[in-house]
């Protein structure tokens, strides 16, 4: 019945992501193939110290057991090496320390086939994949998990966050030799620690209270025998239990013979006894072998009728499959539509870009003509400049000629008013010459000599005068007409270079009005077209990011897709795969042509109707299987009024040999 009970969990167990992933790692050597054989071989321990030898090729090799035949101390030896390996090989080279507690070799070796050896396997395994990713051989291990199914995967990579960050089941001692840990850390690490710590110390209490228990248990069995001799042996003296020893012998050595000729009759009935019971132990092993036979039949039809059943699992989840990819399929081409519209969209804004950036360029052109412009200008106000200033001087050498005319002048007026002067004095002379010839004879002698002396004199001061006013007109006049022509052809120069001057002045105040007016013109158009232009570049990248956005969540769709259409490939069978690639290929071209996924939604609707017939003839077979069943549980019936009947045979088997070990031992006593 126990048996029978822990077979389902069993199976379930033997699926499990743990069981999988040890039989990717090597061959088993067992050929039976069934699911209690595999779980022997793991329990036996051989196979899990090869695996472990695999990982740790420089550990001390301990020489196991090869032949267990389903014994207990054998199979407790095999597990207790692997176990202190795996312990030695967490401490020594991964430098961690497994807080979780150890699987109990004595349940494996002794009750192996229970819930409690379940947990016990399932612990051992999780502590050997610890060892597994973490040595040097990681990438070869990594490298099998990846080639089983995607949820096997996840649950393999769970097992593996359990017995490398979980704290509470390995606990890293790195950090003792480094020495610097953060204070969250370590916060953690010691609330953890005092957790263990009162585990730890519950545990030694109850194995203390388990020792106490044991060793009353052993006195009280060490005491029982020596109080059971006690009481059996009398107070009397030795000489007197010889006496009464010889005084019975006779009559003991009387009963004795009597006891052996009765024992000899008893002897003969139990050998014809036994007789018998042989030729019924006979019949009954035959019997037994013929119900052994339908047992192995009916094992092969319940393993068919379980294969039958995988099967139509499998048929449905192929049949699921085929739902959710047709849904997938009418699903992307929905987003077909949108991808070409974005595509076209895309493009029309790289178009836009182009003109933008071609406009761009042809305003950032106009404006270095204009900064040329620009400069010129700069050089033509520098010799205006210059022009004013040389006017200036001009103008302040035609002040100064100004000044010396006009003290020239004013030096010509003080001459004129001298000579005026003494042309006054000599009329005024001339009249006093003409008063003294008017005056008597008598002194017209001396008279006239003065006169004479004085016309003398006044006529050279006059010629004197006169040479000096012609001498100083000469000078005025030299310096009138040098002044006048200097000063006309300085002023005429000036004049014609100020007309210049002026009139290239104002073509250059005009060109640069106009410079200036088509400067801000154009730097009003540079400004409003760069002003469109940012607003079109962040118009472009937010749809360029829109754009990239919707494409990158296309391709992670199709990159989940196609992970999910991976994990049904690798869990599917032949016919799936097939399947599965079509999709994948549907998944490819989508872009392409719209009607080779009609033409390969027509092949997936013909291969479910294929299914669906698969499917009824697996039903068919289902309907076999329970009339397999129901011959099942009559063979096991059957069996089990076979056992029932089996002790109730051999008991006179057993009555008979003790008989005649009894018989013999009593034959070789009266011998003696």
Known sequence: MESEVFTPSLEQFMLTPLVCWVKTVGQATLTDGTQLSEYIELVDGIYLNEIMLEINPTATVQRTNKKVNNDPTLRIQNLSILIRQIKDYYQETLQQLVMMPL?????????PLSE????????????????????EKKEEYIECIQTLDFDTKAAIASHIQEVTHNQENVVDMQWLESGEMPPEDLDSLSRNLAFHLKRLVDERDTQLETIVELTQERDCVQLSPLASCQTQSPGDSPGMRRTESRQHLSVELADAKAKIRRLRQ?????SEHLLDTRQELDNSEGELKKL??????????????????????ALREKAIRVDKLESELSRYRERLHDIEFYKAR??????????????????????????????????????SL??????????????????????????????????????????????????????????????????????????????KLEKDNQSLLKTVEELRGAASQDTVTKLSKASQENQRLNH???????????DRDSLRSAESLSTDLMKEKALLEKTLETLMENSERQLKGLEQENKHLGQTVSSLRQRSQVGAEARVKDVEKENRVLHESICETTAKLNKMEFERKQLRKELEVVKEKEREQKSWRSRFRSWRRTRRACRRRFPVLQSPVKRCVLWRRRTQSWGQRAVV
């Open 292 to 313: 052994q036979q339908e047992s192995y039949q009916l094992m092969s039809d319940a393993r068919s009728a379980r294969a039958y059943r995988d099967e139509l699992d």
């Open 346 to 383: 895309v493009e029309e804004l790289k178009e836009d870009n182009q003109v933008m950036l071609e406009t761009k360029s042809m305003l950032e052109e106009q404006l270095d003509a204009s900064r040329q412009r620009s400069d010129k200008l700069h050089l033509l106000e520098k010799e």
């Open 103 to 111: 699987p109990n070799v004595l349940i494996l070796g002794k009750n």
């Open 504 to 514: 290239k002045l104002e073509q250059l105040v005009s060109e640069l009005t106009s």
């Open 116 to 135: 409690q050896g379940l947990e016990e396997v399932k612990k051992l395994l999780l502590l050997l994949l610890g060892c597994a990713v973490q040595c």
């Open 386 to 463: 210059q022009l004013n200033s040389k006017i200036h001087d001009l103008e302040m050498e035609r002040d100064m000629d100004r000044k010396r005319m006009e003290e020239l002048l004013e030096e010509n007026l003080v001459l004129e008013m001298a000579q005026k002067q003494s042309m006054d004095e000599s009329l005024h002379l001339g009249w006093e010459l003409e008063q003294l010839s008017k005056t008597p004879d008598l002194t017209e002698a001396p008279q006239k000599s003065l006169g004479e002396e004085v016309n003398e004199l006044t006529s050279s001061r006059l010629l």
């Open 266 to 270: 008893e002897l003969e009935e139990k």
